[in-house]
């Protein structure tokens, strides 16, 4: 069973719509448990993509997830008529691109990353907290996926300065 079938908010998007289909992951958030662990793994396929690019096409690529983003999941977001609903996952699609930014090739750096993103989107430390609860619309929405990807970030990179 999904969401899709529980929930009135997100009886309200169609995955036929391309936003609310990109909004919802490819419909990886209509997950019943973890919507945004499964929004995260829906981004691996396009990460494993992008990553065969160059740095600055991956780069530009990226950013504009993020720009696209804020409409993305604002759009949804007024359609579902909920702030921030856990169904809407592209915010951590972004995330996890931008975790993996100059990422060391191998699936070990890509599971390393993943978790990294996953521990920061879920801890949500300073100041991710405080712009989740104070930043509204798309762009709150993407805000804190978007600091918990520079900060996975960050962590991957020493993690493979200190072991790769």
């Not at 999904?2 to 997950?31: E, M, T, W």
């Not at 759009?75 to 008529?81: H, R, Y």
Request: proline fraction near 5%; aromatic fraction near 12%; charge should be neutral.
């Amino acid at each position: 069973m999904n969401l899709l079938s529980q929930d009135p908010a997100v009886k309200r998007l169609r995955l036929s719509h391309p936003i609310h289909f990109l909004a919802l992951g490819f419909g990886s958030g209509l997950a019943a448990k973890a919507p945004g662990t499964f929004g995260t793994l829906a981004a691996v396929p396009l990460y494993l993509l992008m990553c065969q690019l160059s740095l600055p096409v991956y780069l530009a690529l990226t950013v504009f997830s993020v720009i696209i983003g804020v409409y993305i999941c604002d759009k949804a977001a007024k359609d579902m008529q909920v702030h921030d609903h856990g169904a809407i996952v592209w915010d951590e699609v972004a995330g996890l691109l931008i975790t993996m930014i100059a990422a060391p090739a191998g699936l070990t750096w890509l599971i390393v990353g993943f978790i990294f993103f996953r521990f920061f989107d879920i801890i949500k430390p300073w100041p991710i907290r405080w712009l989740d609860a104070k930043v509204h619309g798309g762009f709150g929405i993407m805000i804190d996926d978007v600091l918990a990807g520079i900060f996975a970030a960050i962590c991957l990179q020493i993690a493979a300065y200190t072991f790769g």
